[in-house]
């Protein structure tokens, strides 16, 4: 382990944290206990205290034990955008000792049915929009749903609000008689609150499972990452200690909770502090804007195409955001011209890096020493460093390789695929390290920076092309909004760079694609440089706000086969 990070630690922390050998759970009755009255969700300006939401989980608990016959160990999944019937559902199975299966909201039915087959979970509560996913699957023979609970959020927008709320708020509670004549196992959520059951003893230990996160598939089919209590304890406590959060702080949770960092930052991180979070079911800069004002937030975790976002908004000026203290997240690099707009806020954005398999973070720059573009060092308790993907060898401070870790917050493998888990969890010298297949170097002060994944790299004549490496450099022309960088086929060099564009509201129809290659290849190396540039009015994100280069790398495929 490398141990020049060491260097630049936070004044005073310890080097590793002792993990406490309790449940997830626990941590809202502590909670609960000391503060009930103490607003924990502010959901568009309905607000539910600790007390309020611990006695709704355990009311979905005793449901779900004695109506879903659910117990210790059995899956359950939650199928919803953010709100406050996802975090109670939560709970609630932890509180039964069960599992949680968080799915992105933007599956469809094909793509639910694989998570239900995987996981064997026969029991799912699902938003009202979402509802029509779900219905194909109860007519399958043999069922393999039994136990839906559908949740309106009409339920939850009990007090008069100015907040321009998002369409699919707006509709109003849905009506089950139709459908509940030909599938029994239908239940609004209300009702299902309504029993009242004493749920059976908490009864668990540090190495139950209860959550499990499916990785984005961007490498085959999504696989089941098994956590415990222990693996999502560590980065709750981690994250918790290295910002010095407090109790009194506001926190914008608006990244989507079904994603690991979403789930951490915006659920089990202020259940843990007691903390009163301001809950967005999806993403919307002049609400955000809006709530910052309103209930002076204080921090917010998101990603940089939300920041990309956030600023854009021409409106920004008028509200006043003097209460953020902090902003931090990952998934991307943050662009060079973006972090500098928030330094001139009197912002500095704290840029870490994290996997499903990690449960959120495992690298996090210092706050007192932050780097541009950068990953950060591993935190409390991670050993990490870079090997040759091929060897497995150590390489070299400053070359690129593969990054590997051994922490408290690794998972425990991938459900039920064994081959899989085999070939991620390896041993080196007698300790387990998780690959992570994401390329990185390691710089003079052991920060770590993203290269790209092991799997996106460009081949052009030979050259190695990072995509994410020629995106930053791209989001520094003044007329560059988002940028995603693919593969295109080239008689010449075998595959070449093209970069899809959005460009700024005022560089719309006055800039050309052939300037935008010129400036290119005044930046960058001619290997890098776009040979080819394609405006677009948007580019497809992910549920978690990630750009989906994938999807965009299949359809440019697509275009280069034979007809």
Sequence with gaps: ????????????????????????????????????????????????TFGEFKNECEDLAGYLHQDCSIKKGDRVLLFMQNCPQFLISYYAVLRINAVVVPINPMNLTLELEHY?????????????????????????KPRLLKHVIVSCYQDYLLRPTDLRLPEFLKTPKINLINERS????????????????????????????????????????PKGCMHTHQTVMSTILASEHWFNAKSEDIRLAVLPQFHVTGMQSGMNCPVFAGSTIVLLSRWDRELAAQCIQRYKVTSFSCIPT?????????NL???????????????????????????????????????????????????????????????????????????????PHGESGEIVISGPQVFKGYWNRPLDTEAALININGKIYLRTGDLA????????????RLKR?????????????????????????????????????????????????????????????????????????????????NLPKSGSGKILWRQLQDVEISKNLPS
């Design 1 to 48: 382990m490398s141990d020049l990070h060491f260097s630049f630690w936070p004044k005073n922390h310890p080097k590793e944290l002792e993990i406490p050998q309790t449940s997830i759970w626990q941590n809202i009755l502590v909670t609960a206990e000391r503060v009930p009255d103490k607003t924990f969700i502010l959901y568009y300006d309905t607000p539910i």
């Design 116 to 140: 239900i087959k995987d996981c064997g979970s026969n029991t799912i509560v699902v938003s009202q929009e979402l509802l029509p996913q779900v219905l194909p699957i109860l007519s399958q």
């Design 182 to 221: 030909s599938n029994p196992g239908l239940v609004l959520w209300q009702d299902a609150l309504k029993s009242r059951i004493t749920p059976p003893p908490h009864n668990w230990t540090p190495d139950d499972l209860c959550v499990m996160p499916y990785t984005s598939g961007t490498t085959g089919k």
């Design 306 to 314: 939300m920041v990309v976002d956030f600023l854009a908004n021409p």
């Design 317 to 395: 000026a008028q509200y006043d955001l003097s209460s953020l203290v902090r902003m931090n997240g990952g998934g991307t690099a943050m662009p060079q011209a973006i972090a500098q707009k928030l330094l001139e806020m009197g912002l500095t954005f704290i840029e870490g890096y994290g996997l499903s398999e990690t449960i959120a973070p495992s690298h996090i720059n210092p706050p007192h020493r932050a780097k541009k573009q950068c990953l950060g060092i591993p935190i409390y308790g991670v050993d990490s460093f870079i090997v040759d993907p091929i060897t497995l060898e150590r390489v």
């Design 441 to 452: 170097r390691e710089d003079e002060d052991g920060y770590f920076f993203m290269v790209d």
């Design 457 to 537: 790299m460009i081949n052009a004549s030979g050259y190695k092309v990072w995509p994410a490496e020629v995106e930053l450099m791209l989001y520094r022309h003044p007329s560059i909004q988002e940028a995603c960088v693919i593969s295109t086929k080239d008689a010449y060099r075998g595959e070449t760079v093209k970069a899809l564009i959005v460009l700024k509201a005022e560089a719309k129809g006055r800039t050309k694609e052939e300037e935008i290659i010129h400036w290119c290849q005044q930046e960058m190396a001619a290997y890098k440089a776009p040979k080819l540039i394609e405006f677009v009015d």
